[in-house]
């Protein structure tokens, strides 16, 4: 009798396990192309432990989400009065279902990213198109390997569940209360699968400490909750938090992400070269944009592509790109003299923007960059379940939460030629450069 379960080994998950039909998803080519996509993209130059895949990821968010379908669904960890709120959880058929819908939304949740992930998504999509689009077309368009399965699945299930209300362009009629929680299961801000998986994957690979937490404790504490706004008299309003026992892991997780996010995500040198890959991309794509008008030609493009357009640019000046392309892979990238911090921060609003201006007048704007990022979020105010039964904000339960910051960078960058007299004359003006109204910034007045 053929094996109809097979595992597969995860460094940090152990074994992960699929049914013969799943394994027909993973093998399918939108999912197989997530082996040629970088989680990192551009951080293996400056971490060389960071070269795994999208695919590894994949399979990990889909081993998670079982298995947090299955801790959350227990019957003991729930109220009459949420159990008559998702009336799936008593129906054992719904249940097989749909815990293979999460398990797939999972798989198949990153099947949209561009070459080198998240590096040159902003710029070279049309506007308004994102890599979480991307993904729902390739999902719907996966519909008869979905149909085969048994029981069939529905693509549009696996498009919702896999992306949530606020990313979907086709499927977006309003979710239900039940495909509300299982969302979350894959995409939750406080306790999504995709975030706890990045954050272990990508801190063991970078082999960095920062993203490390009890991952294990943190799932076992997890339930189905009111909002704290619910009102007793109304319909409540579910999501996924934690019990009061598990807040120390989620304070834990929630650091590491802001650690990973300073040390790791945001790291200078990854900035640059994000910015780098932009610019050539910009110069070898067709008409400076990734091809997204047909599916299967968005598939041909991965990181192998590009990385073999890269090394041939960087050897013959005449290529579109070639700059960038040798700054990248001869390691001769843009070089940072200036970082925002609090005291310049004290004395301007945009310190960062000003020096920019103040160098780019002093050295010509070809030979300096500026990058920065403001996280766009604010905490998960997640629900907590105290020991007393009530159920509480983070915020009112937590000072680590009330007081998280937020992860944001500013940095100037120059040609690696310029960096020492740069450095210099930014120690002599910085001073006048600051205390200056904007539109005054003249970079030979000191």
């Not at 309003?174 to 999504?192: H, N, R």
């Not at 619910?230 to 992400?257: D, F, N």
């Not at 047909?294 to 579109?320: H, I, Y």
């Not at 905490?379 to 983070?394: H, K, N, Y």
């Amino acid at each position: 009798m053929a094996k109809q379960m097979h595992e597969i080994r995860d460094p940090l998950h152990g074994f992960v396990r699929l049914r013969t039909e799943e394994r027909e998803i993973l093998d399918s080519g939108p999912v197989q192309r997530l082996r040629h996509i970088h989680q990192l993209g551009t951080s293996m130059w400056i971490y060389p432990g960071a070269t795994h895949r999208r695919f590894e990821h994949s399979l990990g968010v889909a081993e998670l989400a079982g298995r947090v379908f299955d801790i959350i669904t227990q019957r003991a960890k729930l109220t009459d009065r949420i159990r008559s709120q998702v009336p799936q959880i008593e129906d054992p058929t719904d249940m097989l279902y749909w815990r293979q819908v999460v398990r797939l939304a999972g798989l198949c949740h990153d099947l949209g990213h561009l070459p080198f992930s998240h590096a040159a998504e902003k710029e070279l999509l049309p506007d308004g198109l994102t890599h979480e689009a991307l993904s729902e077309r390739i999902i719907l368009e996966m519909k008869p390997e979905f149909d085969r399965m048994d029981p069939p699945i529905r693509a549009r299930d696996v498009a919702r569940i896999a992306l949530g209300p606020g990313k979907l362009k086709v499927e977006t009629a309003p979710f239900s209360m039940w495909e509300s929680v299982l969302e979350e299961i894959i995409t939750g801000d406080a306790f999504g699968v995709d975030r706890i998986d990045y954050l272990l994957r990508d801190s063991y690979h970078a082999g960095v400490a920062y993203g490390r937490f009890d991952q294990l404790r943190l799932l076992d504490t997890l339930r189905i909750l009111e909002k704290p706004s619910s009102s007793p008299e109304a319909v409540p309003a579910l999501t996924i938090g934690i019990e009061e026992g598990g807040l120390q892991v989620a304070e834990g997780m929630a650091l590491a992400r802001y650690y990973m996010y300073t040390q790791v995500y945001l790291h200078p040198v990854r900035r640059i070269y994000d910015l780098l890959l932009q610019e050539f991309l910009s110069a070898w794509l067709p008409g400076s944009r990734f091809p997204v008008e047909r599916v299967d030609d968005f598939l041909k493009l991965t990181d192998n592509e590009v990385m073999a357009a890269l090394r041939a640019a960087s050897g013959d000046p005449n290529s579109p790109g070639h700059d960038a392309a040798r700054r990248i892979m001869k390691r001769e990238h843009f070089r940072v003299v200036y970082s925002r911090n609090p005291q310049d921060m004290r004395r301007s609003r945009d310190p960062a923007r000003r020096i920019y201006d103040a160098l780019c007048e002093r050295y010509g704007r070809d030979r300096v960059r500026y990058s920065w990022y403001r996280a766009k979020e604010d905490p998960a105010d997640f629900p907590v379940l105290m020991r007393d039964e009530s159920v509480v904000g983070a915020m009112a339960a937590s000072q680590v939460f009330s007081q998280l910051p937020l992860a944001s960078v500013d940095y100037v960058y120059v040609v690696p030629e310029l960096r020492d007299e740069a450095e210099a004359w930014l120690r002599r003006a910085k001073s006048g450069i600051l205390g200056r109204k904007r539109g005054e910034v003249k970079g030979g007045a000191v």
